[in-house]
């Protein structure tokens, strides 16, 4: 499956940014897809993840109440909607795929994306 991330920009911290991810080349349902970040100097970490079915969603703590995740498969596309953003949430947001398993460890993913950066001013 091949991942395309978008929707990355320059915001003012408290601001908000949509993240998306279009997903194509295998069936979107097939896969459950996570959000991962990597500021300069820092390893890459998860942010927030969601089954192949939307019913189930996970979040880093330091995201949790201000981000939230979600899919729409028939438009074979997974969202993160970003709220109340911080400083500390620049860095360059990857979408990743993985058809199995429960980890949501980076070492897990089976496909990611080209990231798209996102940069939060004080």
């Known amino acids: 499956v091949q991942l395309q991330a978008s929707g990355g920009g320059l915001v003012q911290a408290g601001g908000s940014l949509r993240l998306s991810c279009a997903a194509s080349?295998?069936?979107?349902?097939?896969?459950?897809m996570g959000w991962f970040r990597q500021a300069p100097g820092k390893e890459r970490e998860f942010v927030s993840g969601?089954?192949?079915?939307?019913?189930?969603?996970h979040y880093a703590d330091s995201v949790k109440g201000r981000f939230t995740i979600s899919r729409d498969n028939a438009k074979n596309t997974m969202y993160l909607q970003m709220n109340s953003l911080k400083p500390e949430d620049t860095a360059v947001y990857y979408c990743?795929?993985?058809?199995?398993?429960?980890?949501?460890?980076?070492?897990?993913?089976?496909?990611w994306g080209k990231g798209t950066q996102v940069t939060v001013s004080s």
């Open positions: 990743a795929a993985r058809q199995r398993g429960s980890s949501w460890y980076v070492d897990a993913m089976d496909y």
């Open positions: 080349g295998r069936p979107f349902s097939w896969y459950a």
């Open positions: 969601i089954s192949w079915s939307g019913g189930s969603t």
